[in-house]
């Protein structure tokens, strides 16, 4: 059985890219990562997917990014409610992390080569966050070609590696379709960038907002509880 | 003054890569990892460096890499000792910390954005380390490449990113003289993988064995002291 290593924050485009990954046939490791974001609660609910779905491994890496600062998840800079992100879609949000999917994208290529394994899926999509040049298929294709040149197996020719982006045109009511045929249980996932502590979304940030679009689009219910309507 | 990110390990060849880039005129922000190193005394060794050499920030990122696994440096794998690593410069050492250039190299890229800076010194040179797909020349403008298409202020045309490898056609003990010529107090660094509790070099491991033959070569005493002749 090919191995895959998945991206994994607990959010619905993530789990719906790892149930792509195991359908397309792939034993699933997924990495999830203890970055400093202050919604730490979708480690958790991470967990809960990996477990449900069955993945052959799941790990969790910490990494300081806070330290780093520039960002709404990782500093103490308000992270923004009730935003048209429709209007803002060609702004980067404060909410951004730098170089994020860089990052997260390296040490999977880690795992991968301890792993020997040469597929990477991601959950990005250009739609909803235009303004992000780390989502745009010519960055996959770049770090895909810098990673086959980084590896002793790729550089030998005993593998490729391929970055699996099976979201990337989709938006998110077509991601959630995807998902429910698979039978992805969005009950499990998390989106919200500011829940409570208890781990209630808060239902007004872009993620909450994005999510709730989505679903009212496919014409679902989201099956999570919203601490505002 | 222009702002650079300098990767900072503390030992010979990222402190010779920092005067460079001090040399040429950057106010170098000098980034260190904590990632799970059994030597990581080293960390506190580059902070001397950074200190004694008036770098305007030192930044120390804690990573755990050793949750990833294959590699002497973070497992429990024996660190090999008087190795001719001449002769098995084709082959990756057991102390190869899988896909780190890219890690590191990916985090410097995120410091960079936040500090608005385009310019990453790293101090990776072919020839000691052949072996090791991520320190030739190929990579590194993959690197570059894929690192302009990942941040914003790159892709709208506001500063390129440009990976600066200054002793990646140099020798140890070019490096060295180098170092020498530019003020560099090698007493303050470190270079042993498997150091004693207090911080000694085993002067037996590749790194120590490499080191020590650069300083031979370059005709010159090297000012830290071994456990082992």
Same mark, same amino acid.
């Given at each position: 059985m090919k191995k895959a290593v998945v991206l994994l924050s607990g959010g619905v485009d993530s789990v719906t890219a790892m149930a792509i990954a195991m359908h397309e046939g792939y034993a699933v490791h997924a990495l999830s990562f203890n970055?400093?974001? =202050?919604?730490? /609660?979708e480690i958790e609910k991470a967990r809960r997917s990996a477990k449900a779905m069955g993945?052959?491994?799941?790990?969790?890496?910490?990494? @300081? #990014?806070?330290? %780093?600062?520039?960002?709404?998840?990782t500093d103490s800079i308000p992270i923004p409610k009730n935003r048209d992100a429709a209007a803002g879609a060609h702004e980067i949000p404060v909410t951004y992390v730098p170089a994020r999917n860089t990052i997260f994208l390296s040490c999977a290529l880690a795992w991968a080569e301890v792993l020997h394994a040469y597929d990477i899926f991601i959950g990005v999509h250009a739609q909803d966050y235009s303004?992000?040049? @780390?989502? =745009?298929?010519?960055?996959?294709?770049a770090f895909e070609h810098m990673a086959n040149l980084a590896i002793k197996a790729a550089v030998e020719g005993?593998?490729? /590696?391929? %970055?699996?982006?099976? #979201? #990337?045109?989709?938006?998110?009511?077509? /991601? %959630?379709?995807?998902?429910i045929a698979l039978g992805v249980d969005y009950s499990l996932t998390h989106s919200c960038y500011d829940p409570s502590p208890d781990g209630e979304a808060c239902g007004r940030c872009d993620s909450c907002l994005f999510r709730r679009k989505g679903f009212l689009e496919a014409g679902l219910t989201d099956p999570i509880v919203y601490l505002s309507t």
């Open positions: 970055y400093g974001q =202050r919604h730490s /609660i993945v052959a491994k799941h790990l969790v890496l910490t990494m @300081d #990014l806070a330290s %780093i600062g520039g960002s709404a998840l303004g992000y040049p @780390d989502c =745009r298929p010519e960055y996959l294709h005993r593998g490729k /590696i391929r %970055i699996h982006a099976p #979201l #990337l045109n989709l938006g998110k009511a077509d /991601i %959630i379709r995807r998902g």
